[in-house]
C-alpha cells in the first residue's frame, strides 16, 4: 500500500539458520574449526565456545535446543509463564493508577481485552517519540490504554476516545478523573465509525497524530479508512490483534496477537 509504510511491532525475525550467521548476529566470530587429525572431530576455537555457552546453557541445552529448532521454523510463540510475566511487570514502568486499574480490570469480565502494561507503555512512548498532541482511541474498554497515552501527552493535548460500552466507560472516567488527566480526554459513548465520521464532518481531517484501535475486528478495515483521513502525514495508526489468535491463516501461531503500526505517507 503506498499510501502507508507498516511494521508487525510485536513480530520477530526469524532465527538464523547456521551457527555462522548466528555469530554475526550476537557479534561474534562465526564458528570455525581448528586444525585436528582425521581421525578426531573439529574442534571449535574459544569464540566459537564463548558463542556455544551464550546460546545454550548446560542445564537445559536439550530444552533450548528444541526451543530454537521450534522458533526457527516459525511454529512457537513465546509462553508466557507466570515467572515471566512478573519479571516483565517488574521491568514496565506502570504509573501506580495504571496499575490500580489493571487490578481492578482483571476481576471483570472481559479482562482478557485489556492490553498489557508492555503494550501500553509503547504506545506511550509512541506517542511522545511523535510529539503528539492530538489522538484517537478506537475501543476503549476500562481505560487502560487510553490513560496510558494521556499520561504521556502534554497538558494541551486531546485523546478522542471511542466506546460503546457504558459500563466500562465509567471504570475508564473514574481513573481518568484520579490520574488528573480528565481534561485531556474527550470521551465518545457511540460507535466508533459515527464518532470518526463526526470528526471528519466537523473539519477534522488530517489532524491528529497518533490513533490506536483495539475494538470489532470485524469493523477494522472501515476504522482504518477512516483514520487515514483523520490522521495527519507523518503520523502512526496502531492496529492491535491482526493476528486474531491465528486465524488470520492455518496454520499461523502468531509472536503475541499482532500489533501493526502503520505510518501515513500521503494523503489519500
Not at 547456521?18 to 581421525?39: F, K, M
Not at 508466557?80 to 489493571?102: C, G, K, M, S, W
Request: aromatic share 6%; with cysteine.
Amino acid at each position: 500500500m503506498p499510501r502507508l509504510a507498516a511494521a508487525a511491532a510485536a513480530s520477530a525475525l526469524p532465527l538464523p539458520r547456521s551457527p555462522a550467521s548466528a555469530a554475526r548476529r550476537l557479534g561474534a566470530a562465526p564458528l570455525r574449526a581448528l586444525p585436528s587429525s582425521a581421525s578426531s572431530p573439529p574442534r571449535l576455537d574459544a569464540s566459537a565456545c564463548r558463542l556455544r555457552r551464550r546460546l545454550c546453557s548446560s542445564s537445559s541445552s536439550a530444552a533450548t535446543a528444541a526451543a530454537v529448532e521450534e522458533a526457527r521454523s516459525g511454529r512457537k510463540q513465546l509462553e508466557v509463564t507466570p515467572q515471566l510475566y512478573d519479571y516483565l511487570l517488574a521491568n514496565v514502568r506502570e504509573h501506580p493508577i495504571l496499575r490500580d486499574l489493571r487490578e481492578e480490570t482483571a476481576a471483570m469480565r472481559g479482562s482478557q481485552m485489556q492490553v498489557s502494561p508492555a503494550q501500553a507503555q509503547l504506545l506511550a512512548m509512541l506517542v511522545q517519540i511523535l510529539g503528539a498532541e492530538h489522538c484517537i482511541e478506537v475501543g476503549v474498554f476500562t481505560g487502560y490504554s487510553s490513560l496510558a497515552v494521556a499520561l504521556a501527552l502534554p497538558e494541551s493535548g486531546r485523546l478522542v476516545a471511542c466506546e460503546r460500552d457504558e459500563r466500562c466507560l465509567e471504570v475508564a472516567k473514574k481513573y481518568y478523573q484520579r490520574a488528573g488527566v480528565a481534561h485531556k480526554i474527550d470521551v465518545k459513548h457511540a460507535l466508533a465509525v459515527d464518532s470518526l465520521r463526526s470528526l471528519l464532518d466537523c473539519g477534522e481531517a488530517s489532524s491528529y497524530d497518533f490513533a490506536f484501535v483495539d475494538a470489532d475486528k470485524r469493523m477494522y478495515e472501515e476504522y482504518f479508512e477512516l483514520l487515514l483521513k483523520l490522521v495527519r502525514v507523518g503520523g502512526l495508526i496502531v492496529m492491535d490483534n491482526v493476528l486474531w489468535y491465528g486465524r488470520v491463516a492455518d496454520p499461523l501461531v502468531p509472536i503475541g496477537d499482532g500489533m501493526t503500526i502503520c505510518r501515513k505517507l500521503v494523503e489519500p
